[in-house]
């Protein structure tokens, strides 16, 4: 017995207890969750969460956004379409849209083995599914030639052809759609309404050179004009698409080889009105801080709302890198550097709209409070190192100029060419010169991309310009790289054709930038940053504003057809008559209005029932009522001295 007890004893101390076997079952099926694994939760919440509300907005009936917009506004007015058939216009001129940089569709027609299947779906637009499933082969096929600055060896990615090339940009997210939809209720279809689809990455010429678009662009307008009784066609081109024509109207009718061969009065036969929307035709600041340092104020504002997140330091997945790898092999955005220098933008000491402060639709005495708390702020210094550099007089800065400096050798440079910005050629010397300098003004910012980014560079003085011309009528500007630059290049010979610049207003638009230096923290890192911890009246994460489209500065978009095209000049010779139309922004009042009917935002306009309108009445025939202004785009084109 005593044995038997011993072994009792014995089991009693070997075996747990009850408690101490639920407590080991509840830690072993614990989980512990790392940020990645709640960062992951949180975007399969938040897409879940959106994907339920569009399927519930899809089954609902039509009518019913509409039923509660006016239970809660009023009445809604009619769309342009209904509006202009019930005074009986219908189709006269035949239309052609020409869009602007990456609303397009891009599919795939030959590529590497990561992206089988993908034969002639779209890689650009539509649900960007592969962007998720596959980033990196996406990013490849996305990219282009360092070099030469087309297709990729084994990667062939054309434009989608036809109106649904760019009808919505994504699911829900319309670009064109609207407009055509208008259109279509005064009688427009396809054998009146064309898309002019061009693979926007491209530079202009390099569109012709490989897809022959220009070619088929002209033969288009040609046709459209011969079967609709001869009347010439309307040309409605978009955000980078007015460059994109400006250099059609061209090389149209430039000789063979380089030209289209057209003739001389190739426009004047064709063509009625020119209508550009949201158009840079001096340039935008905005594309300037993407080829630097892939940034805009909105990657401003989300590092100082999550610093890190975008950049290697935190999830090394180094997404500005590759977004700036990717973008720099696009020359089309080359195109967007501002134009015209110092005359146009304005130098170290004044700018054009020097004394404008955002939302200065506030009282004189309120402005005055604003002001004298506030330092004035320079707009011609697009980029400035330091709050310091970009307010104080010039005198009082010290600049070491940058250019001939030794760049020296980075020790990233073996090992960061996966993630190709030039900035891993870039040694500690080439870093800090560009930061002595200071300050950089429209004169000085193409010798500094020609600095950090020779390579980008070389591509992109082939195909562009981004002077002014002293004589127009030197033979240098017969070359197709003035052909985009408004400053250097004539428009043609068509008295009778019209010129419209339309862009929104109101809304805050990058005009310049505060930068600071990047703690090198990787080796494969953007040594520029826009300092978002700048900011004050007029001065917000970084970034200067004034009054625009969000993306195109109104001198960008109005200067040419204020002033510079504005009767008979050196570069409007047979007078083409222009017109400004400026739609203020006027924000939807609640969710169910969408992106609504009176936005001045730059892709958003497209759905602004006031435009629709007057492209409608052009393009039935009618006359519009001359100017319509709310900003002082005239007063500030009266301060550039640009000989006429």
Known sequence: ?????????????????????????????????????????????????????????????????????????????DPPGVKCLKEGLGPKHPVVFVPGIVTGGLELWEGHECAEGLFRKRLWGGTFGEVYKRPSCWLQHMSLDNITGLDPSGIRVRPVSGLVAADYFAPGYFVWAVLIANLARVGYEEKNMYMAAYDWRLSFQNTEVRDQTLSRLKSNIELMVQINGGEKAVIIPHSMGVLYFLHFMKWVEAPAPMGGG????????????????????????????????????????????????????????????????????????????????????????WSPEEGYYPNNTTSVSSQNESKSKARNPNYGRFISFGRDAAELHSSEIQRIDFRGAVKGRNSANSTCREVWTEYHEMGSGGIKAIAEYKTYTAKDVVDMLQFVAPKMMERGNTHYSHGLADNLDDPKYAHYRHWSNALETKLPNAAEMEIYSMYGVGIPTERAYVYKLTPATERCYIPFQIDNAAGDTGLKDGVYTVDGDETVPALSAGFMCAKGWRGKTRFNPSGIKTYVREYPHNPPSNFLEGRGTESGAHVDILGNFQLIEDLIRVAAGQQLDGDRVSTDIFKWSQKINLKL
């Not at 072993?28 to 509300?53: E, F, Q």
């Open 1 to 77: 017995m005593a044995l038997i007890r011993r072994r009792k004893q014995q089991n009693d101390v070997d075996l747990p207890s009850t408690d101490d076997n639920e407590n080991k079952r509840l830690k072993r099926g614990r989980k512990n969750y790392t940020c990645l694994d709640n960062c992951c939760w949180s975007i399969g919440c938040i897409c879940t969460v959106w994907w339920l509300l569009l399927f519930l907005y899809n089954t609902m009936p039509a009518s019913f956004p509409q039923y509660v917009t006016e239970k809660i506004t009023g009445p809604l007015p």
């Open 262 to 349: 057209g003739g001389p009065d190739w426009c004047a036969k064709h063509i009625k009105a020119v209508m550009n929307i949201g158009g840079p035709l001096l340039g935008a600041p905005k594309a300037l801080a993407g080829l630097f340092s892939a940034e805009a104020k909105d990657i401003a504002f989300a590092r100082g709302i999550a610093p890190g997140v975008l950049d290697s330091d935190v999830f090394h997945i180094q997404t500005l890198q590759h977004l700036m790898r990717m973008s720099r092999t696009w020359d089309s955005t080359m195109s967007m550097i501002p134009k015209g220098g110092e005359t146009i933008w304005g130098g170290l000491d």
